[in-house]
């Protein structure tokens, strides 16, 4: 039911931008945060950066480099990324945590991953 659909992965060269989007559809529950994480190769899945309720949480790595934005009307969430560097290549997975209040549940939910590819 729910769907969360990305875009703006692809390949980029060490300084370069790409702009990740994020858009969820399929529920009427609530949206309490929206976000990304991102997984390299035989690595952890760690956060990247996260938005909710016009707050931003930021894995250290990014600071001042990435900017995660939310746009309420579209349910979609976006992940600017500038100056980037190799070290940012990994797989990019949209996150949503929804919240049914009606029956005082959450819902994680993921997108299927979009690769970001950073060339030095």
């Known amino acids: 039911q729910v769907q969360l659909v990305e875009s703006g992965g692809g390949l980029v060269q060490a300084g370069g931008s790409l702009r990740l989007s994020c858009a969820v559809s399929?529920?009427?529950?609530?949206?309490?945060?929206?976000?990304?994480?991102?997984?390299?190769?035989g690595k952890q899945r760690e956060l990247a950066a996260v938005v909710s309720s016009g707050l931003t949480n930021y894995a250290d790595s990014?600071?001042?480099?990435?900017t995660v934005s939310r746009d309420n009307a579209k349910n979609t969430v976006y992940l600017q990324m500038n100056s980037l560097k190799p070290e940012d290549t990994a797989v990019y997975y949209c996150y949503v945590y929804l919240r049914d209040a009606i029956n005082y549940r959450g819902y994680d939910y993921w997108g299927q991953g979009t690769q970001v590819t950073v060339s030095s």
């Open 62 to 66: 990014v600071k001042g480099r990435f």
């Open 26 to 41: 399929g529920s009427s529950f609530s949206i309490n945060a929206m976000g990304w994480y991102r997984q390299a190769p």
